[in-house]
């Protein structure tokens, strides 16, 4: 009786360490080649990154008209009553798509619904 379950576990063991290894060989094949694909797409499309005058013009006008804004309150009221309802809806749902996304990695990160995880006191009495 116990050789046989030795036997079959020992079986489903090696099952389980073949697919492991197959779905990680393939997950290595597919980054290597995308990582490949990528960079010949880079390459024929001559991407670059921006130079240093162009990403100093974009945040140097966003960090000016935020000075703008910050100092003349009543100017930012009026920016933000122009929007559009419709962009409201819009970026607002994206925005709490976007937390729902981090909030859920966040509990994947810490493998726990509600508070971080103390590795100093046993497991059943951390009051967190």
Not at 58 to 79: E, F, G, H, M, T
Not at 93 to 119: A, D, H, P, W
Request: hydrophobic letters at 35%.
């Amino acid at each position: 009786m116990l050789g046989r379950l030795q036997s079959n576990g020992g079986a489903l063991v090696g099952r389980v360490v073949n697919m492991t290894t197959k779905a990680v060989n393939v997950s290595l094949y597919y980054g290597k080649v995308g990582a490949e694909l990528s960079k010949q797409v880079y390459l024929k499309e001559k991407l670059q990154p921006p130079s240093w005058a162009d990403f100093q013009s974009v945040y140097l006008k966003l960090y000016q008209s935020s000075l703008r804004l910050a100092n003349s309150p009543k100017a930012a009221i009026d920016c933000l009553s122009q929007i559009p309802k419709n962009d409201l809806i819009k970026y607002g749902s994206i925005g709490v798509q976007l937390v729902g996304f981090y909030s859920v990695g966040e509990v994947i990160g810490r493998r726990k619904l509600v508070g971080y995880r103390t590795y100093n006191e046993p497991a059943g009495k951390a009051e967190h």
